[in-house]
Nanobody, 124 residues
Framework: QVQLVESGGGLVQPGGSLKLSCAAS????????MGWFRQAPGKEREFVAA????????SYADSVKGRFTISRDNAKNTVTLQMNNLKPEDTAGYFC?????????????????WGQGTQVTVSS
């Protein structure tokens, strides 16, 4: 069972940037797509971004497109989410997850392993 550990969350002012990282255990990381989701208080968890096993394919929620960038380093078993021009509505717990297949997808049901999450708060 793969373990995922997120880091990099914190408090940032509107317009600022944060870089989230997700470290994965195990030797099969490079075979699977990875994704980032977020959940704000009182709201359902929602898709943010996903990346294929090779990093060659990415997808984003419309709300973050052009501001967030997902990437991965298979040699280091890590996936990152660079978040720029942050807005108060980006405030949420952010979770990385491993897809059941090789490609990233937006469907929560396609992900079989989840991290504990890291909190991002955007406020002045």
């Amino acid at each position: 069972q793969v373990q995922l550990v997120e880091s990099g969350g914190g408090l940032v002012q509107p317009g600022g940037s944060l870089k989230l990282s997700c470290a994965a255990s195990g030797r099969t990381f490079s075979r699977y797509g990875m994704g980032w989701f977020r959940q704000a208080p009182g709201k359902e968890r929602e898709f943010v971004a996903a990346i294929s096993w090779s990093g060659g394919g990415t997808s984003y929620a419309d709300s973050v497109k052009g501001r967030f960038t997902i990437s991965r380093d298979n040699a280091k078993n890590t996936v990152t989410l660079q978040m720029n021009n942050l807005k108060p509505e980006d405030t949420a717990g952010y979770f990385c997850a491993r897809n059941r297949g090789s490609y990233g997808s937006s469907g929560e049901g396609e992900y079989v392993s989840w991290g504990q999450g890291t909190q991002v708060t955007v406020s002045s």
